[in-house]
């Protein structure tokens, strides 16, 4: 039986999902491009994700209302 989490969590839960993968995906890439071994990649892409997260989460909570908000000038609502 799936856990159910409460709606007025959604938007929290939303930004703690998308920005761990966020900050996952692009700490990897830019951190394997400018990496020269793969010891010193593993070890710099966990610190860079570490740092990058928070950094994500906090930018995901304050910008996807300004985001949405932008959006409804263009769309109607259903």
Do not use: Q
């Not at 799936?2 to 703690?16: C, N, Q, S, T």
């Not at 860079?48 to 989460?57: D, Q, S």
């Amino acid at each position: 039986m799936a856990i159910k989490v409460p709606p007025r969590y959604r938007g929290v839960l939303f930004a703690l999902i998308m920005s761990c993968c966020t900050a996952f995906i692009v700490s990897g890439v830019i951190i394997y491009l400018h990496s020269e071994s793969l010891s010193l990649f593993i070890h710099a892409w966990a610190k860079g994700f570490i740092t990058a997260w928070p950094i994500v989460f906090i930018a995901i909570l304050t910008v996807a209302p300004l985001v949405n908000k932008l959006l409804d000038v263009f769309f109607d609502d259903p």
